[in-house]
């Protein structure tokens, strides 16, 4: 099938991979232009634009696409589809329309549940069993369309979103794929999802990140796995020369009880409002590596009782 592939970040590079790998006619790729990033802040092109480039597939990196000549632009691939995955951009009609089929989207949620921008991160944060991908035929409306596949995926516990951003990855190639060879073969169908529990999947904003320990331990480590690895949850400790920020990159409930905030034992349990969280692993500001609860404990010199703000 001739088709137009749009994405940006790592989650759309194996869907990608796999359309061209199955033979498709990638006629082009859109994704968003080169940012500025590292220590030099060069510009740097999306992971979707390098594989783009490996592949010899033209990419196009457009500001926007509501203006008549983007339509036009599009519109003169001749796509009988459209494949969208984490592009980052949203789709005007004129370009929902122009592919023979439509457009299909990869979304990161079993919809009606997670629409909007961060479905992964949102799922763990919420304490959800399960999640997803799903292909749905792309509306208008912020992720209102009808799907036509999805495949579910355990979340384990203290599960990090990134874990399950990975996981998610190779199932979603698979199902694209899957949809694409029962679009070509006028087997694919749609159903409209259910009007009831939809739920909206908010950008995540980086004043979501200090940790409040006055929440209940699942709550917080629910957060703090759901915030891994970006931006990352946080508190401030004083080690010895002023109040120094910290990530926590993985947590789990534990036994415990005591004032909210303040570290229990030598293994990196911290009370909580009702109960207590195991530090699984952390990051120093400024350090490269991570280190697990005991180590980072021992290394910052803390003893029980210390108050983690």
Same mark, same amino acid.
């Given at each position: 099938?001739?088709?137009?592939?749009? =994405?940006?970040?790592?989650?759309?590079?194996?869907?990608?991979? +796999?359309?061209?790998?199955?033979?498709? @006619?990638?006629?082009?790729?859109?994704?968003?232009a080169?940012? #500025?990033?590292?220590?030099?802040?060069?510009?740097?092109?999306?992971?979707?634009?390098?594989?783009?480039?490996?592949?010899?597939?033209?990419?196009?990196?457009?500001?926007?696409l509501?203006?008549? %000549?983007?339509?036009?632009?599009?519109?003169?691939?001749?796509? @009988?589809?459209?494949?969208?995955?984490?592009?980052?951009?949203?789709?005007?009609? /004129? !370009?929902?329309?122009?592919? #023979?089929?439509?457009?299909?989207?990869?979304? $990161?949620?079993?919809?009606?549940?997670? +629409?909007?921008?961060?479905? !992964?991160?949102?799922?763990?944060?919420? *304490?959800? /069993?399960?999640?997803?991908?799903?292909?749905? +035929?792309?509306?208008? *409306?912020?992720?209102? $369309?009808?799907?036509?596949?999805?495949?579910?995926?355990p979340?384990?516990?203290?599960?990090?979103?990134?874990?399950?951003?990975?996981?998610?990855?190779?199932?979603?190639?698979?199902?694209?794929a899957?949809?694409?060879?029962r679009?070509?073969?006028?087997?694919?169908?749609?159903?409209?999802?259910?009007? @009831?529990?939809?739920?909206?999947?908010? #950008?995540?904003?980086?004043?979501?990140?200090?940790?409040?320990? &006055?929440?209940?331990?699942?709550?917080?480590?629910?957060? !703090?796995?759901?915030?891994?690895?970006?931006?990352?949850?946080f508190?401030?400790?004083?080690?010895? #020369?002023?109040?120094?920020?910290?990530?926590?990159?993985?947590? !789990?409930?534990?036994?415990?009880?005591? %004032?909210? =905030?303040?570290?229990? @034992?030598?293994?990196?349990?911290?009370?909580?409002?009702? $109960?207590?969280?195991?530090?699984?692993?952390?990051? +120093?500001? =400024?350090?490269?590596?991570?280190? &697990?609860?005991?180590?980072?404990?021992?290394?910052?010199?803390?003893?029980?009782?210390?108050?983690? =703000?």
């Open positions: 099938m001739r088709v137009v592939f749009m =994405g940006t970040p790592d989650f759309a590079v194996p869907t990608l991979a +796999r359309l061209a790998q199955d033979g498709h @006619d990638i006629v082009a790729v859109y994704t968003r080169p940012a #500025k990033a590292g220590r030099g802040m060069s510009l740097r092109p999306s992971p979707v634009h390098a594989l783009a480039d490996t592949l010899g597939v033209p990419v196009l990196t457009p500001a926007t509501r203006t008549p %000549e983007a339509a036009e632009t599009f519109a003169a691939h001749r796509a @009988d589809v459209a494949v969208v995955v984490a592009y980052g951009m949203l789709l005007p009609q /004129a !370009i929902l329309d122009a592919p #023979k089929h439509g457009c299909l989207n990869l979304h $990161g949620s079993l919809l009606p549940r997670w +629409r909007g921008a961060a479905p !992964i991160q949102r799922a763990v944060m919420a *304490g959800d /069993a399960e999640s997803g991908v799903g292909v749905m +035929r792309m509306e208008a *409306g912020l992720d209102t $369309g009808p799907v036509a596949l999805e495949a579910r995926l979340i384990a516990p203290g599960m990090t979103a990134g874990a399950l951003h990975d996981a998610l990855m190779p199932v979603g190639a698979d199902l694209m899957q949809a694409l060879a679009l070509d073969a006028g087997t694919l169908t749609f159903t409209p999802q259910p009007e @009831d529990g939809v739920v909206y999947a908010h #950008k995540i904003t980086n004043d979501e990140a200090r940790i409040n320990w &006055s929440k209940p331990a699942t709550e917080v480590a629910n957060r !703090i796995n759901g915030l891994s690895p970006f931006p990352g949850a508190f401030e400790v004083d080690l010895g #020369k002023g109040p120094e920020r910290v990530k926590v990159l993985r947590a !789990i409930p534990a036994a415990g009880a005591g %004032e909210a =905030g303040t570290l229990r @034992d030598a293994e990196g349990i911290v009370a909580c409002g009702d $109960g207590a969280v195991r530090l699984l692993e952390l990051r +120093r500001a =400024g350090k490269g590596g991570s280190a &697990s609860g005991a180590e980072f404990v021992r290394g910052a010199r803390l003893t029980p009782g210390a108050r983690l =703000g």
